[in-house]
């Protein structure tokens, strides 16, 4: 399987574009900014295993502050590895090297390789695999190998690595001297199938599937529960909890309250969830394409759908964030999508939103439906890129729809737990994989297009070379021009995906002859003749025009938001310094007209479309009956959501605003005067 | 000050009405429903202080099954006693004896009396008072002893418990010797002043006054907070929580994150909170009265009305319950009122609302405002009367405002945690109480009539009898006749409480002066001159017309709720039975006509007035732009919310229906043609 992080080598962006603009940043700062953090914070050296001070600090239980660390730096060496390939950089690769160095010599002499085990508990291995996230940091160690050999040509790092896993491999699994344990926070499952892609290693392929398979079994260790089994092993009291733990045993948490196949819905921590179903994404297409056993194929394949549906229909934000609750970092209940956390709640963190395009990426190999990659270009141009400041330099962990006092509209350089910051470099280094997939079989090549910018791939079908190149400016605009070299006797078919937004209009030029081309599941399709006559030719995805989104009503969000393309709006006091509430009290009536603006930020240069219209506040003390007494109407402008909170102001802004047919605004209990008579 | 627990018994209610058929039920079936509960689940005997085999069930960490055995006792001999006021029953009075023998055996030499501390873990008194409930349940037993000697006036069980109370007053107290704690879950504050005032014993106003003072200092014993300290001491590690706990150290849940006159906002446990407001108001006041010592008492009266309003304005449900989250039996933030477990939680516990009413009403002493009086209507008539069915053999301890299909609209017969049913007993054995109150300062003699219904009070002034007496068919209708009679010389003043929701609107017949009388703050007051020239006289309250009701906007709820005088109404499937979601897609629209009728539920016999309009069902899942598509208009029966599931049907039930001004209905993210076009 050509997962996007070995396939984007294949891909150029070429010419100026949204996306090619954020990676430059990515590329030429972000890097740079996270590897100063990771000096500054003492990660730098942990391999060294000497002590560090943060070290003694015991005031966070079970989860210590530099339990990570080993995982900030393996992400940072593969993001790194990923912007090498496009321009060299000399202090950047010397920094590699040497992080490689320190792998190397931390690795015990049985293969064994992480800092927190090694350095301040050791001798209690795998002794806590609910909280530890021991195989966490083993899976991004084992994601950084493989963009180091991808990139390096050579073994250093994934050798050490790969001995690491035969160790846990032999660690792990149903025998008697083994542990049925699994991982609290799954990522080495997904880790494990991307380096049975990259080398063949059935060990990695078996671990993998046995972390999928075994996790909340009832009974799996001893008759228990793995994570009571070594909760009873440690001595530690049944009603000793980490904080995220909402109540004693909630193993929901961590998607271990059932057996994968089992769980109806999706809950729990967001992150684990779309890391957890990544992999079983990868199982299920490894099972089939290298024609793997997979027992219950089908019922992975139901259970892994099911999931899917229960968080896109019922648990996502309309900005592709997801997880509304703090505490857990992850899923309310069905339909609880609270804007901010004065409201209930949003958490939305950044990596999940990254997950997410991971997974609908795996899900586009299984079935090819447009529907997955319009998620996935939601996610990437609205909730994962409103993470990173146009400067590349500050991020957020948190992605709310709405401010409030507490939590205004702002970024960070930096969290103690670093994991969103370096996941957004890994995602902009190889996002070239996202775009596109391609193959050929004999001189059949196909080409699907999910993702619409200036890019070019390259790559070889049958021997011959083969490109396509797509030039746009890509969201602002619809018009893609396409011009493809696919030398004979090659048949090449080309899918173009039509956005859902875009309600199937299109124009493309030339014009097929009737009946020559198809639309299936939000894909057009241009057959070979029509590719071998027209190598140039343009789509143009209609849709364009600015439209108002509302969640669903079991939401209880009455909210408009206006979108425009992929594009979600949001408004910023910094454009309407009128406002003091966080727009609470702003509304809008479907039908105001709307007017579209090309805007050049004179502080960052950064271009985008804004968006006009006009909106009225209500009154907060409003005693009117109906509750519609307002102050006015005024025009608001809105930004795309991406780029907010890189102009200043004082951090109010707001996704959905009030649905203006709306009659609500007494208080209550009432107080005299303000009822509604029938 | 005269409590309604004791000033109940100079009122009598006389006819039907609402309230005396709901008593009479409480009187005839519930007390001996709930002797019988307390037979079968094996709480009668425990103060035999024999072992019985739940003590051995250890599963509830921190908090046994059999943690509130002693209050649910206790708090039946309160119910049972004001009952028997009204009418002698001698297998309760038999019951009674024996419990108070019981009582008094249990009691250990030196005055101590808890069944758990004594039988299952006897040596370690005092050592968890966070979880334990041990003065939870002293205070119970407080004012059991005191309705008991109301009753038998003898002091058989009073004088034990005085004797407890001593025991407990040398325990805690700033010295040396003493411990620097107070109860997790506040009771004992307000029964100790009521012991106060029943007795005079400075001991226990005192001892209250440290609860209450102590209350979340957090230097408070060897300079840690309280429960931190009794938690080391007790060698729990600091994340061993009680499942009610969501995070380490969120000593919210019970009051005690902050001193109670630094507390900002009303948080966690909403029955603690109300409780503990119960006490401070009753201590402003004794103070006030008996010029007892209260330093900072402004800094006390402002945090007591901080947090009134606080719970009132914003986290209140437009039922009078309050508590939206079910981890911690109470409140979430502010405006968050979701109806239904499905849609983010529903609480609203039958506890905390006759906690408010009890609230309200020591507030109705400190300032005649008829808005105290309107909550204590508003929780009596909806929150605490729909939690026992029309035969007062089951009840509700949550009580939502939607029903969903994990959480049907129906009642239960009894709740191992049992504190609602013999709360609902004390209430309406006590009711009368909290009709009115009065008091005379030589020949001046005032009345403060708070409810209407069926009632006469008796009292005397100067020496002489005065009564009064109203009648009327309250909640139904808002006319109501009194008759006075209050022997010259004594000057007699008449205050009127005229709902919020009358909008001030009256007729007073007969008519007075011009000038004469007056309205401030809710009441219209009478002065003695018209209550001599026309000792019967009648007020008929305006404002009986149907009317909406709808929450502010902030709360993220777009509903509209019918209302009819101080009476919620919901619609039910049982009136309704074409509906099979829970109402969760029927709208109302501001401006359909309401119709009135008078019903007799022929299983019940209930007399009710009932509600007839049009609702529409969106179509769950439209496709049309503006989600109004609808399946036709329909009428829909409304029936006051108390009344709800008594009468079969499948258990669904909604209070708040959707707004019909609303525009939305899209599903996200986008779907084909789920838009909104501009």
């Known amino acids: 399987m050509a997962h996007p992080q070995v396939t984007f080598r294949e891909t150029v962006f070429k010419g100026k574009s949204l996306l090619s603009t954020r990676r430059e940043t990515v590329s030429r700062s972000t890097v740079r900014a996270q590897l100063e953090q990771i000096r500054s914070t003492g990660r730098y050296d942990c391999f060294k295993l000497k002590w ?3 070290y003694d600090d015991k005031s966070m239980w079970p989860v210590p502050f530099h339990l990570f660390w080993d995982s900030d730096i393996a992400k ?34 049985d293969g064994y390789l992480n800092v927190h085990y090694t350095v301040v508990e050791p001798g209690k291995r795998w002794s806590n695999l609910r909280d530890m996230h021991e195989l966490y940091n083993a899976g991004h160690l084992i994601e950084a190998s493989i963009a180091h050999r991808d990139y390096y040509r050579n073994d250093l790092l994934i050798s050490p690595i790969q001995k690491y896993v035969s ?17 609290g926070h799954p990522e080495i499952e997904l880790a494990l199938f991307r380096l049975y892609s990259a080398t063949g290693s059935t060990d990695a392929f078996e671990l993998a599937q046995y972390f999928l398979t075994e996790r909340g079994n009832p009974k799996g260790q001893d008759g228990k529960h793995y994570y009571d089994w070594e909760m009873e092993k440690r001595g530690d009291h049944p009603c000793m909890r980490p904080d995220a733990y909402p109540e004693n045993r909630t193993y929901w948490y961590c998607q271990s309250h059932a057996p994968i196949v089992e769980q109806p819905t999706i809950e729990g921590h967001s992150v684990r969830a779309v890391y957890l179903l990544t992999a079983v994404a990868d199982m299920i297409h490894l099972s089939q394409v290298h024609r793997r056993s997979l027992p219950d194929s089908e019922v992975w394949s139901q259970a892994l759908h099911r999931l899917w549906d229960n968080m896109v229909d019922k648990k996502m934000y309309l900005t592709g964030g997801i997880g509304a609750v703090k505490q857990w970092e992850g899923f309310g209940i069905d339909y609880f999508l609270p804007q901010g956390t004065d409201e209930g709640g949003c958490y939305a963190e950044t990596c ?8 609908a990426e795996r899900l586009l190999h299984l079935d090819l439906d447009g529907h997955y990659a319009d998620i996935m270009e939601l996610c990437l141009y609205n909730n994962v890129m409103t993470s990173m400041s146009l400067d590349g330099k500050t991020f957020t962990y948190a992605n709310q729809l709405a401010s409030s006092d507490t939590d205004k509209s702002e970024r960070h350089e930096w969290f103690w737990c670093a994991c969103c910051p370096p996941n957004v470099s890994r995602l902009f280094g190889s996002l070239g994989g996202y775009l596109w997939d391609y193959g050929s079989e004999g001189d059949n090549v196909s080409i699907n297009v999910h993702l619409y910018t200036g890019a070019k791939v390259s790559f070889s079908a ?20 396409f011009t493809l070299s696919s030398p004979s006797p090659l048949q090449t078919t080309i899918r173009l995906r039509l956005p859902a937004w875009s309600n199937g209009s299109y124009v493309l030029t030339p014009t097929p002859h ?3 081309v198809e639309v299936k599941k939000g894909y057009l399709s241009l057959d070979p003749a029509y590719t071998a006559d027209n190598p140039s030719f343009s789509l143009q995805v209609g849709g364009f025009r600015p439209r108002y989104l509302s969640p669903h009503r079991y939401t209880n969000q009455r909210t408009l938001t206006l979108a425009r ?23 809008l009536k479907v039908g105001s007209p709307v007017t579209e603006e090309n805007c050049t930020d004179e502080k960052t240069g950064e271009e985008y479309v804004a968006l006009r219209s006009v909106g009225w506040n209500i009154v907060p003390e409003t005693t009117s009956p109906a509750g519609e007494e307002t102050d006015g109407a005024r025009e608001l402008v809105f930004v795309p959501y991406y780029f907010r909170a890189n102009r200043g102001g004082e951090g109010q802004m707001r996704v959905g605003l009030l649905n203006g047919g709306d ?13 509604a008579p029938v």
Request: proline share 7%; aromatic share 10%.
């Open 52 to 54: 560090h001070p943060i």
């Open 76 to 109: 940072w060496i593969e993001g790194a590895c990923y912007f090498l390939a496009d321009e060299y950089d000399a202090e950047i690769d010397g920094t590699i090297r040497e992080f490689v160095d320190m792998i190397r010599a931390a690795q015990q002499e």
């Open 167 to 183: 160790l846990i491999r032999k660690q792990f699994g149903p025998g008697p001297d083994q542990i049925q344990g699994y991982p």
């Open 352 to 359: 999940a939103s990254i997950a997410v395009m991971m997974l």
């Open 462 to 481: 049958n021997g011959a070379p083969v490109t396509l190149e797509q030039k746009s400016n890509w969201p602002w605009e619809g018009n893609v021009m």
């Open 514 to 516: 009737p009946g020559k």
């Open 565 to 587: 393309g992929p594009m979600v709006y949001c408004v910023e006091d910094v454009d309407n310094s009128w406002e003091k509430n966080h727009f609470k009290d702003t509304h």
């Open 663 to 675: 009659k609500s605004g007494n208080t209550f209990p009432e107080k005299g005067g303000r009822i």
